[in-house]
């Protein structure tokens, strides 16, 4: 199975301010990386796929970057409905991995 | 608008078969290009793709769960289903189903339902 790592697992941030998440793959997946947000009895919601390309009715605020084994999700402008847990996940190869989450706190 | 809504017992005994099913709206599960899948969550921890299934039959499973795990659909009913034998407490999450689309990104997910295996 291809490793996915996150990190910070934990972010604490303002209101206003940018902040940056990473995944990094145990080996390389192209560009076949996505993010999802997950919000407590919420349904998850896809943000990004193709490591780059902005889901439908995400706001642009979200913005991914990264190819091969490096990946970033950064969120400008941060929102109070930003709080969240985010995750990445790998669809190069079938067995499907996700890194172990990143919660993101505002202060 | 598409959704999923996931239903099934809310605890199953240690031993029994876990069984759940997944209810589509807004699309017909024969659309082309689409996988459905279920995926689960830990409390506390990440997530856990457990397999995926095309609606003429497919399926890719989990290597660390395929023994065990059956998903199948119901074109009739436009819904999909998931049977996990032989459970223990490790087999306790949020079990949510997914559309897999583009890429290969879950793109639309059910609001997830919690199991507890527990006698």
């Known amino acids: 199975d291809i490793q996915m790592t996150q990190s910070p697992s934990c972010l604490s941030a303002f209101v206003g301010d940018r902040v940056t998440i990473t995944c990094r793959a145990s080996q390389s997946i192209s560009t076949y990386l996505n993010w999802y947000q997950l919000k407590p009895g919420k349904a998850p919601k896809l943000l990004i796929y193709t490591a780059s390309t902005l889901q439908s009715g995400v706001p642009s605020r979200f913005s991914g970057s990264g190819s091969g084994t490096d990946f970033t999700l950064t969120i400008t402008n941060l929102q109070p409905e930003d709080l969240a847990t985010y995750y990445c996940q790998q669809s190069y190869y079938t067995s499907y991995t996700f890194g172990q989450g990143t919660k993101l706190e505002i202060k | 608008q598409v959704q999923l809504e996931e239903s099934g017992p809310g605890l199953v005994k240690p031993s029994q078969t876990l069984s759940l099913s997944c209810s589509v709206s807004?699309?017909?599960?024969?659309?082309?290009?689409?996988?459905w899948s279920w995926i689960r969550q830990h409390s506390g921890k990440g997530l856990e793709w457990i397999g995926n299934?095309?609606?003429?039959?497919?399926?890719y499973y989990n290597p660390s769960l395929k023994s065990r795990i059956t998903i199948s659909v119901d074109t009739s009913k436009n819904h999909f289903s998931l049977q996990m034998n032989s459970t223990t407490a490790a087999d306790s999450a949020i079990y949510y189903c997914?559309?897999?689309?583009?890429?290969?990104?879950?793109?639309?997910w059910g609001q997830g339902t919690l199991v507890t295996v527990s006698s």
């Open positions: 997914a559309r897999a689309g583009p890429a290969d990104a879950f793109d639309i």
């Open positions: 299934m095309y609606y003429s039959g497919s399926t």
């Open positions: 807004g699309v017909s599960i024969r659309s082309s290009g689409y996988y």
